[in-house]
């Protein structure tokens, strides 16, 4: 296949569909050889393409051969951040320079100090390089937690131990709240993220307050996925875990996962705690420049951050 071959358009709504089967493909291609868990042709990512396209259209593309999708790329701008959400190539159509395309058509729209970022696999060198030549450097390891919850994690006598946390329900009259602590966190806002994670079904969601001040948030999947996760300590991210990992377990979930940024020592704590165990090869945080308090926050996914 030569480079000639290709064309790129923008993403379109359709294309949902063959992108998660693009994603897939792609990702079992390096998956498959390293002797690693491949990605099941279970598609729960929609919601997320469709969400991308919405508020980032302009950094959404996809290359085709004769009218057939063969690699597509997402990035988002929240402030002064850009970030890339996705970048998968089929393994026939690598090796052309249709990844390092697709990056530049995606890089649109950021301010020129913006810091620029992603999340990727340790098992991708030639993506890692592609990266790097363009200013993404690696920053932090991304330590990937999973295993079933020990049913009493986190609970004294039936009860989250949670000091003077005050947890309530998330709602959409938090929003506020979220962009106060993503501002004092990660330094960006993301208000329309979190409207996305609040509207989409099967999530479940904290907001902290301690003396009527909001200090942390955490969101979770119902199916075990945990993150995105903020706080302003981070000894009251600990806390939170806990009761995050209490309420998880008390709904019979086999199954929780997380991504634990290296420097946050004390969800890795209280991960081991509860018996979770390492899942898989560690994943990469590069980033043009340092941004955020990595030491209290988990990240949604690898796509989101």
Known sequence: ?????????????????????????????????????????????????????????????????????????????????????????????????????????????????AVRATITDTLQPVSNTLYARRGMLPREALLGFAGPPRSGAGRAGGRPRLGTLEPEPLTAAALPDLRALDLAVLGFERTVDHQFSLSEGGRRGWLFRR?????????????????????????????????????????????????VPAPCAGAQRVFWEAGLVYDATPGLLLASRPFGRLDRYLPASYGMF
């Open 1 to 113: 296949m030569t480079a000639a071959a290709i064309t790129y358009r923008r993403a379109l709504p359709a294309d949902a569909g063959r992108a998660f089967q693009v994603y897939r493909a792609a990702l079992n291609g390096y998956l498959a050889p390293a002797g690693q868990d491949l990605v099941p042709d279970e598609n729960d990512r929609d919601a997320g393409f469709l969400h991308t396209l919405r508020h980032d259209g302009e950094r959404c593309w996809v290359a085709e051969r004769q009218g057939d999708m063969v690699a597509w790329s997402s990035a988002i701008v929240r402030d002064d951040w850009w970030f890339l959400s996705s970048l998968f190539v089929l393994p026939e159509a690598q090796g052309a320079g249709v990844g390092a395309e697709l990056l530049e058509r995606v890089r649109t729209g950021a301010p020129a100090h």
């Open 211 to 259: 003396a009527g001040r909001a200090v942390a948030y955490a969101l979770c999947h119902l199916t075990g996925g945990i993150g995105p996760v903020a706080s302003l300590r981070a000894a009251d991210l600990e806390t939170v875990l806990r009761f995050v990992l209490a309420e998880l377990a008390a709904r019979g979930l086999e199954r929780v996962k997380a991504g």
